[in-house]
């Protein structure tokens, strides 16, 4: 009987992680919206070349049709048409403007959003501690806490002083309702001794990372849609596991808020299907 109920255990936790598979196609997603927006800067470079070139034909155009007034009275035609050329260029550059515009709206407003969610997460929970670490990687905002404001030595069991901290970050995610958060549980590479429901640190990683969020869910009210588990065990660590100072570095649970880039990825794909 007892062997029953530790394996029903195992398949539990095992059903609460999220797949492997999801957690790919997240990476994924975060690097092709990434490319895309290089993409996007390298297009809106060009349009700005193309703009600049467009002005000095203006001038030039100008200085031409300001000649031909100048020097004969009875070039009527000519001068007609070279002020139709320098409306149509002016009509060329006024429509450059509005897709430079629009492009650089879409490339600035995923900046402002992350920066703005930067400054409220420092604003509540603070960066005078060392042991809380916000950060910003390619356009995704990092929250990493150490394991020792979260749980007890080879424990999976959240403390009270970390309650206090994740109800800081509970507030700024509850404030973004659009937003997910993926939490991932970091190990340092001394094996877990297996208590018969816990392998190894594999398993550790991911049940720290569900015992947050479910602290998140059950008790500060985030959303659980919002919400990702992970676990990525030892094998990303922060510094070598060479001595007890580097690996409790590495012991930590980090937090990556995800803005649903999927509003700013359509404005970049609609404009660069114009400018094709």
């Known amino acids: ?32 919206t990434q490319d895309l927006l290089n993409t996007a800067t390298v297009k809106l470079n060009s349009c700005l070349e193309e703009k600049a070139g467009l002005a ?11 000649l031909l007034i100048n020097t004969s009275k009875d070039m009527t035609v000519l001068t007609t048409k070279g002020a139709e ?15 430079i515009s629009r492009m650089q709206d879409a490339l600035t407003k995923k900046d402002s959003v992350t920066l703005a969610l930067v400054t409220s997460l420092k604003s509540s929970v603070g960066i005078s501690d ?6 910003v990687e390619k356009g995704v905002v990092f929250i990493s806490i150490a394991d020792k404001l979260l749980f007890k030595s080879g424990s999976y069991e959240v403390t009270d002083k ?3 901290v994740l109800a800081k970050v509970a ?28 392998l190894d640190n594999w398993d550790l990683s991911v049940k720290r990372s569900t015992s947050i969020i ?3 869910t059950n008790d500060l009210g985030v959303k659980p849609a919002q919400l990702i588990a992970a676990g990525r065990s030892s094998y990303i660590p922060l510094v070598e596991n060479d001595t007890p100072e580097n690996r409790s570095k590495n012991r930590r649970t980090r937090i990556v808020v ?9 404005m970049i794909e609609k404009e660069m299907k114009k400018q094709q």
Do not use: W
């Open 171 to 198: 507030k700024v995610v509850n404030d973004k309702p659009d937003f997910e958060c993926m939490v991932e549980g970091h190990t340092d590479n001394v094996p877990y001794r297996s208590n018969g429901v816990l």
């Open 214 to 216: 479910r602290v998140l």
């Open 56 to 66: 000095a034909t203006v001038e030039g155009l100008k200085e031409k049709n300001q």
């Open 258 to 266: 995800l803005p649903k880039i999927d509003q700013f990825y359509d």
């Open 85 to 99: 050329n320098i409306e149509k260029a002016l009509e060329t550059i006024k429509e450059k403007d509005l897709k």
């Open 162 to 164: 970390a309650k206090a």
């Open 1 to 32: 009987m007892r062997k029953i109920v530790i394996a029903l255990s195992v398949l539990t936790l095992l059903t609460s992680c999220v797949s492997k598979k999801k957690y790919t196609d997240l990476e994924a997603k975060n690097k092709e």
């Open 130 to 135: 060392p042991d809380i670490e916000i950060n």
